[in-house]
């Protein structure tokens, strides 16, 4: 990578980043956060300049999972830069294969909130859901078409809140005797509201199907009740 600096403006070019499971299984960035991070010292207010990263790529591997988990992002593009005295305001964009990672977000650093946007596009997931086989899983397809979700979160009182809209194409699933097979879509909605003094948190979801064959219901023994 390459780095210019003008000021309180710093521009990388082409950043690499390898993130890796060791056999142990910690990961190998575990001893460079725990050193840059130090319980006994209160953190100071972050002072950032504006920073800019172009044509990033970050690579995750797990060589302890089977199959071995390995996924590339490609094209990452970073703008951060201080929005007033109080905020920190960034966006973020990615591709992974031919899908398309969008985020942004702001992080008051007085109040300690983080608010987040984040969307995804035309993303297959089949080959990353396949690791659910432990839990009897099986996907065949899956097609991601478009995934929004808006996240906040207070790191004081632990508050969080979640609303997130997800359209899903092209799907084959099977879970024991109940498989899942469309072409058509599935849409699913869902708003969490967590907060700390209440470990239940508030979920409401809905779920929509077309053009869809659920099969195998009738072996469910509960569904007769």
Known sequence: SSRQSDGFFRRIDHPRLSIERQNDLTWNIEHFLKEKVSPTKPTPPLVIAKIKVIGGEISINDPTAQPNFLKKFNNLNLDMAPGG???IIFKLSAELNKSK?????KFNQSKKILAVNCEVKDIQLADTLQYLDAFEVSINSLLLENAKAAIKYSFDSGDLKVEAKTNIADFDIKTGHVSIRGLGKLSFSTLVNQRLKNPNPDLSASLEL???KIDGLKDIGWLEK
């Open 85 to 87: 005295f109080k905020d």
């Open 101 to 105: 990672i969008f985020i942004d977000g």
């Open 210 to 212: 077309e053009n869809t």
